[in-house]
């Protein structure tokens, strides 16, 4: 099993629709997640951070957290064209804040 | 503005060369990251530091070496052990909280 998981892509949806994309983790001492995002070519940049359980919203975007579950969740109101891009969760396997680990990463393209 | 600066952009090796790509960051952050990105991959680390002079070997170290005389500075090296170098290569840091931040990357390939 791999350590961060991420649901396959590419997902397509339509403008103004809700993106849905998942993460899952098999260390349980994960304590620190993250969502980041990547233009095609570019360097990822941190989007969303969630620590305890439950939702975290920022603007469009929603972090979900569920712990016992190891499942971490991020929802895109609204999606725009200038979502698309490939997702990358990303989790701290240690308590510590370094060691962190990426998913593969989900490539949603958003259609005008 | 303060941000982290990896060069060149684009690198070209010649096969049994040695290259260095250069990471340099006024975060002021202590910890500093190399990690390597395929085509349609997630990211491996190669190596990290937390300290100055200390650096740990990551999930692909092979082929690589790295040192860490400043805290600002992070160089790291692909050496001719490294029979497969071509891929996308980001240079992070981080503090105690908010994740890691990103250069721009270099893109390195084997002619």
């Known amino acids: 099993q791999k350590e961060v998981e991420q649901n396959s892509g590419p997902l397509s949806v339509p403008e103004g629709a809700i993106a849905s994309l998942n993460c899952t983790y098999s260390?349980?001492?994960?304590?620190?997640f993250f969502w980041y995002r990547q233009y095609s070519g570019k360097s990822p940049e941190l989007i969303m951070s969630?620590?305890?359980?439950g939702d975290k919203e920022d603007g469009r975007f929603t972090a979900q957290l569920n712990k016992a579950s190891q499942y971490v969740s991020l929802l895109i109101r609204d999606s725009q064209p200038s979502d698309s891009a490939t997702y990358l969760c990303?989790?701290?396997?240690?308590?510590?804040?370094?060691?962190?680990?990426f998913g593969p990463g989900t490539s949603l393209s958003v259609i005008p | 503005d303060g941000g982290i600066t990896q060069s060149p952009k684009y690198l070209f090796r010649k096969e049994g060369q040695n290259v260095t790509l250069s990471c340099e960051q006024n975060?002021?952050?202590?910890?500093m990251y190399w990690y390597r990105q395929d085509p349609g991959q997630g990211l491996r680390l190669i190596y990290y530091?937390?300290?100055?002079?200390?650096?740990q070997k990551g999930d692909i170290a092979e082929g690589y070496s790295v040192s860490r005389e400043k805290k600002e500075s992070f160089p790291l090296t692909v050496t001719s052990a490294q029979k497969n170098p071509t891929a996308f290569y980001l240079c992070?840091?981080?503090?105690?909280?908010?994740?890691?931040?990103f250069g721009s990357g270099t893109r390195l390939t084997v002619v």
């Open positions: 975060l002021n952050h202590d910890a």
């Open positions: 260390d349980r001492v994960s304590q620190s």
């Open positions: 969630i620590y305890s359980n």
């Open positions: 530091s937390q300290i100055v002079n200390d650096f």
């Open positions: 992070a840091s981080s503090g105690l909280i908010y994740g890691y931040t």
């Open positions: 990303a989790v701290n396997r240690e308590t510590s804040y370094d060691k962190v680990i």
